[in-house]
């Protein structure tokens, strides 16, 4: 077997444990788009084109809100600008790796490809760009499809439904879950209570602002708890 | 909802183009520079500076109760983030708390 197939294959492997949550969120996500309003094709379409599931529960919290457009796809954005980090941080490990390949990763570059793949490149500084790239891949074979097909299967079960059936808060226990295993460090906590609170103080303004201004604020307080934690331990 | 389809498709297409230009941003388009400092460390914290405030409105004020504060709700959105930040385990936070939520709305019925 060539070192790439193999590289291919230890990615599928790796990332067996974390298909188990991909397929029932996927679907978490077909129903409540579904009961928001939108069409089994739209759910579809919005899991197929974004492959970002916080980002789309929000546009689709925000939707069912009725917010502006802009502010819908600003927030979006915002919740998945995290992912600027992941490229920049696994871009020096594919030099060497032609540009359309490269223009592919992008496309399934999310969570846990980034987590698994950084983890690889690390331990094994060895590996060709081209094992680079097929482990890559494969850590997202079984986990694009199951995104999708979920995603469908719950966008079918979501529009027999009828609406507001006891779904109304299938979203924030959603958010929530996705919350709670990010606390890691006293700059999450804090950033986390920031966001919650200037969001609550603040939302008398229109358009969802306030959320716009806590995340800002709530990123800075991160950062700054960071800069302190770390002079305290210099 | 209000929106028409083509503002949802609108939505959908905008999302995709800029969630797909941020991830390209330097594997494709900039390359391996190196970030500030600074800014990597507020990416760190964009999803929990922004996701923990989307939520907390729907957690105070849900819209099933016309917007006042509900003890089953608050429980469930309680039981989640513990069993979240606990055992760092996503079905389970989930199941915890909308098992919670299921529970609780039986018991206060």
């Known amino acids: ?10 990615g599928i492997r790796d990332s067996l444990p ?12 077909g129903v409540v788009a579904t009961e928001a309003g939108l069409s089994p094709l739209q759910t579809f379409g919005f899991s197929v084109a974004v492959i970002a599931g916080a980002a789309q529960f929000a546009a689709v919290q925000l939707m069912a809100d009725n917010a502006p457009l802009l502010i819908i796809v600003a927030t979006a954005l915002a919740v998945n600008l995290r992912m600027a980090m992941y490229s920049a941080s696994i871009a020096p490990y ?15 570059l999310v969570d846990q490809s980034y987590a698994q793949g950084l983890l690889k490149y690390e331990t094994e500084p060895d590996l060709s760009p081209q094992a680079r790239v097929a482990y890559f891949f494969g850590t997202m074979m079984l986990n694009i499809p199951l995104w999708y097909g979920g995603t469908l299967v719950g966008a079918l079960l979501g529009s027999r439904i009828p609406q507001d059936y006891a779904l109304d808060f299938a979203v924030p226990i959603t958010f929530l879950a996705l919350v709670g295993p990010m606390l890691k460090t006293a700059a999450h ?32 307080v991160g950062a700054q708890v960071e800069l302190m934690v770390e002079r305290r331990r210099a | 909802m ?10 959908i297409v905008l999302v995709a183009l800029g969630t797909y230009l941020i ?3 330097f594997i494709g388009l900039i390359g391996d520079r190196d970030l500030p400092a600074w800014v990597l460390r507020h990416l760190r ?7 923990p405030g989307l939520v907390a409105p729907l957690v105070l004020w849900p819209e099933a109760t016309g917007g006042n504060p509900d003890l089953p709700r608050l429980m469930a959105a309680a039981v989640t983030v513990l069993l979240g930040v606990k055992f760092k385990n996503l079905l389970l936070a989930i199941f915890g708390g909308g098992a919670t939520l299921f529970v609780m709305l039986q018991v206060m019925a």
């Open chain 1, 18 to 29: 974390f298909i188990v949550v991909v397929a029932p969120f996927a679907m978490l996500f």
């Open chain 1, 94 to 108: 594919l030099r060497g790796v032609p540009f359309w390949q490269r223009a592919f990763m992008s496309y399934v």
């Open chain 2, 2 to 11: 209000m929106m028409s389809d083509a503002e949802i498709w609108t939505v």
């Open chain 2, 23 to 25: 991830r390209f941003s």
């Open chain 1, 189 to 220: 906590v804090a950033a986390a209570f920031t966001s919650v609170l200037l969001t609550l103080v603040l939302a008398f303004l229109p358009y969802n602002l306030g959320l716009m201004v806590a995340a800002l604020v709530a990123m800075m």
């Open chain 1, 1 to 10: 077997m060539t070192t790439t197939k193999r590289a291919f294959l230890q």
């Open chain 2, 45 to 51: 914290y964009t999803p929990v500076a922004v996701l």
